[in-house]
């Protein structure tokens, strides 16, 4: 049975990407297009392919700028909603916070950057590391801890 990692980014507009070897292709789901039972649906198949690792971001309180209640609400729902998949499917879960893995793609700190500047930054990166792959703002952040949880 192969071995399948996953790693998450459980923000709103966040992703799950999926890969089963070094060298198989690599599926992302972007989290902003699907239902809750679609994201449960990934993990559940995920794990019917394989052993499952699960890397997911460490997420608090507070991403970085202030949030309305209503979006602090959907970022706080969906985490929960993928740790309960994870955990009711026993897949392990590594958590990473983000400057963790950040620091293993070379990505620097956000400094003076605007929140689009850093994810478009983040997407160029991911990019370099993925140069045939179609990613986005969304969803480059679940490959970049994609090519963390490959390291360990």
């Known amino acids: 049975m192969a071995t399948v990692l996953m790693a998450i980014d459980p923000g709103k507009s966040g992703a799950i990407a999926l890969q089963s070897g070094p060298n198989d292709t690599i599926a992302v789901y972007s989290l902003a297009n ?3 039972s679609e994201i449960v649906t990934v993990i559940r198949v995920a794990k019917e392919a394989g052993y499952v690792e699960a890397t997911m971001e460490k997420v608090g ?31 392990p879960v590594n958590e990473v ?44 952040d679940a490959v970049l801890i994609l090519a963390y949880a490959r390291s360990r």
């Not at 793609?105 to 956000?110: E, H, L």
């Open 34 to 36: 699907m239902s809750e």
């Open 61 to 91: 309180g507070f991403i970085g700028k202030p949030q309305t209640g209503s979006s602090m609400f959907t970022f706080g729902r969906n985490t929960g909603l993928i740790m309960g998949a994870l955990l009711a499917l026993q897949i």
């Open 97 to 140: 916070i983000p400057q963790k893995w950040q620091a293993f793609v070379g990505a620097g700190t956000k400094g003076k950057r605007t929140p689009a500047q850093w994810k478009r930054h983040l997407r160029d990166i991911a990019k370099k590391l993925y140069p045939n792959m179609a990613l986005t703002d969304k969803t480059a």
